[in-house]
């Protein structure tokens, strides 16, 4: 089934311009309007996800990617908010271990895909390895690796290959870019300073990030462009107001479970008046 369509979906040709997407979004949503549709997605979302528990034939994977203080953290906790706890599996990641250094880029990873009838989320994935260590090529160093001519357009290859298996195997993939602009980030970033109660969102390592802003910008583009596909689509949404960016998060969320349309089981062939009258 193709991917739910969005004037934030990123093509499918391979081009993108992340500055035609924009960090602020054409209206901004007053925050009580914002939250009276927000509460209408989470509910349809809690009723879909239900019936994909039930129906345990298919999952959703939800990844999430943005620059620090784009709203990630609480974007996903509020998409979530009335789902049961049963049937979502939310995934951070950080820093590999020595362990997951041992193995493959995609490894760690795979090993917190959604099993079916579950909702998973990726807070960060994959695509750390052709964003922070494209950046950072020292990094490779860990995973015992040389930095060879192609290899972002292999890691890259590789990620798609992943998707579109996944894709094929009853997991459907949807990927958010939550695009924050340069001055957004400093305020937000200045506010986890200013606020006692934020100062432990703050880490030193948020600043270096932000110096190397422009080479971050030319790998997401890069890695959006090669990595956008019918089975595994990606939706830059503007983040500069985050209300309005997780109603249209949520809406992207609830319409593809509406596309996957997961049913409830028919029961089994039982004798009904029979259990009931056992149970007496």
Not at 24 to 50: G, M, N, T, W
Not at 88 to 102: G, N
Not at 192 to 202: A, G, Q, V
Not at 214 to 219: E, G, K
Request: charged residues 30%.
């Amino acid at each position: 089934m193709p991917p739910v369509d969005s004037p934030w979906r990123v093509p499918f040709d391979g081009s993108v311009d992340l500055g035609a997407f924009g960090c602020e979004p054409p209206q901004r949503l007053e925050k009580k309007d914002a939250k009276a549709r927000l509460e209408e997605h989470v509910d349809a979302i809690r009723e879909a996800q239900y019936r994909l528990y039930a129906e345990d034939r298919q999952s959703l994977l939800l990844v999430f990617q943005a620059m620090d203080a784009a709203g990630k953290d609480g974007t996903i906790r509020r998409l979530l908010s009335g789902v049961n706890p049963a049937g979502c599996h939310v995934a951070s990641f950080k820093r590999p271990s020595s362990e997951e250094l041992d193995h493959d880029f995609l490894w760690r990873h795979v090993r917190q895909l959604p099993r079916r009838g579950i909702i998973g989320v990726h807070n960060r994935s994959w695509y750390e390895e052709v964003l922070v260590v494209r950046v950072n090529p020292g990094i490779l160093q860990a995973q015992r690796l040389d930095a060879y001519p192609t290899i972002w357009d292999d890691r890259l290859r590789s990620i798609r290959e992943l998707e579109a298996h996944l894709h094929r195997n009853g997991t459907r993939v949807v990927k958010f870019f939550l695009n924050v602009s340069y001055e957004e980030q400093a305020r937000r970033l200045r506010a986890r300073i200013d606020e006692p109660d934020k100062r432990w969102k703050f880490e030193e390592g948020d600043l270096s990030v932000r110096q190397q802003w422009d080479d971050y910008q030319r790998a997401y583009q890069a890695t959006l462009a090669a990595t956008s596909r019918s089975e595994a689509p990606w939706y830059a949404i503007p983040a500069d107001h985050k209300w309005t960016m997780r109603v249209t998060v949520a809406d992207v969320v609830r319409r593809t479970l509406d596309d996957m349309d997961p049913q409830i089981p028919a029961p089994e062939d039982i004798d009904w008046e029979d259990a009931r009258r056992r149970l007496s």
